[in-house]
């Protein structure tokens, strides 16, 4: 992708053919990864929509999660749920991930993907920082008892036959509590495919910077399997910095993402063929407004379309509108009038009021989404006492999850 300031269309049609696989290319049991680049679960965010977007930028290349499903709700075939469970024809491999607390529902979960044929590829969350999941052990404290999670990723990789069994995780509860290397130990003996890191503990949420440098420990502990690196990629340099710097196998990018779908086509041009990620930020798109533009009418158009009402899509789409126009001169009046809009012409024609030649602002690359510190994490009683512990946890732990 080229330095100016439009964007390649979409390619609404077939992924381009992709370049044959260099030595080492990420592989995630059947599937080979190349560029390995991975778009991070969002919840709220990486649904069918908003993965088709940023698999027309990077030509179908990498690999997209879906948002976080829970595997009570799954099984118990909730409607919302099962509107999450949907991949675009063109999606290959189809990659879901599980969020669960309970083996025995997480193995079902994952017995019904199979059976229903429903993804190729399962990754399980367990970075959840937020107060109402770790108070009652879920998320992020997970890990730190050991056998408890031993036993979900058993049951997980047990009942998934053919399809690999990723897992995402943080580095633990607080500096005091780090459980990412353990936990990618006992990973490892159960047979998970890989293991991907975001270099913060449950503590830090979002604040200060992630840690590579855990990454880095992770694949020397873990040499076995692929380690994918998460935190903080903002540009297709940082990601082939974090490569360089932590020898990861791959990585994970999240926020980066958010109103800018096109940085995947960045991403797998830094890193793909030949490539080194060097010097990859002068090939970054940095499209002017009538591309964003463009690009935000058709984002809200897929979501109508997915959701099956025109309304509820542009309404879904509100959230995505702030991360879009970021750093454009936008006014107060139709920032205020682009959050409450309910049609795709009344978007269109709020979005054509603006100046359309404006460049990509200077600053936009950088930081974007989540950024607030964490406060201390919230712990069930005694969570800390013994890591060994067999806990059980009640099935509320899986409700209120908001991502990772
Ligand atoms: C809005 C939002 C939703 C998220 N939802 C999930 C989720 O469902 N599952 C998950 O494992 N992580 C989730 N995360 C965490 C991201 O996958 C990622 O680990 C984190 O944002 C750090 O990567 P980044 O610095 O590239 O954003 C979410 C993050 C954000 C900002």
């Known amino acids: 992708m080229t330095a100016d300031a439009t964007l390649a269309p979409p390619a609404t049609g077939a992924p381009q053919p992709k370049a044959a696989p260099a030595p080492g290319a990420l592989q995630i049991g059947p599937h080979t990864v190349w560029p390995p680049v991975v778009l991070a679960p969002m919840a709220g965010i990486t649904n069918a929509p908003f993965r088709t977007l940023c698999r027309e930028f990077s030509g179908g290349q990498g690999l997209f999660v879906s948002e976080m499903i829970t595997t009570r709700a799954l099984v118990e075939r909730n409607e919302k749920t099962m ?16 969020y669960g607390v309970d083996p025995a529902t997480v193995g079902k979960a994952v017995r019904m993907i199979v059976d229903e044929d429903l993804a190729d590829h399962i990754d399980l969350n367990f970075g959840c920082p937020v107060p109402k999941v770790t108070r009652k052990g879920g998320g992020s404290a997970l890990p ?13 990789v047990g009942s998934a036959g053919d399809l690999p069994v990723t897992i995402k995780m943080r580095k633990g509860i607080d500096d005091d509590h780090l459980t990412y290397l353990d936990a990618g130990r006992i990973a490892v003996e159960e047979g998970v495919t890989a293991v991907a890191l975001h270099g913060r503990t449950a503590a830090q949420h979002y604040g200060g910077t ?6 880095a420990r992770l694949k020397e502990h873990v040499p076995e399997i692929p ?28 926020r980066g993402c958010l109103g800018r779908p096109w940085l995947f086509g960045d991403l797998v041009a830094a890193l793909g063929p030949g490539r080194t990620g060097e010097g990859g930020d002068q090939a970054a798109a940095r499209p002017d ?51 409450t809009a309910s049609s795709l012409a ?48 009640t099935e509320d732990a899986e409700s209120d999850t908001s991502g990772g």
């Open 83 to 98: 509107q999450l469970v949907h991949f675009d024809a063109a999606e290959t491999p189809r990659s879901i991930q599980l």
């Open 144 to 156: 730190f008892k050991r056998n408890l999670l031993r036993s979900i990723l058993r049951e997980a």
């Open 289 to 339: 407004f009538a591309a964003v533009a463009a690009v935000m009418l058709r984002h809200a158009d897929l979501l109508g379309r997915w959701l099956g009402d025109e309304t509820r899509g542009v309404v879904d789409f509100r959230k995505h509108v702030p991360w879009y126009t970021k750093g454009f001169s936008v006014g107060s009046d139709v920032r205020r009038a682009l959050a």
């Open 210 to 215: 992630a840690d590579w440098d855990a990454i």
């Open 346 to 393: 009344e978007l269109s024609d709020l979005l054509g009021s603006l100046d359309q030649t404006q460049p990509w602002p200077a600053h936009a690359d950088g930081p974007r989404g989540r950024t607030a510190a964490g406060k201390r994490v919230v712990l069930p009683d005694g969570w800390l006492n013994d890591p060994y512990e067999c806990a059980a946890l």
């Open 227 to 254: 380690v994918l690196g998460n935190g903080d990629i903002w540009c297709a340099e940082d990601a082939a910095r974090m490569m360089r710097e932590t020898g990861c196998d791959g990585v994970v990018v999240g």
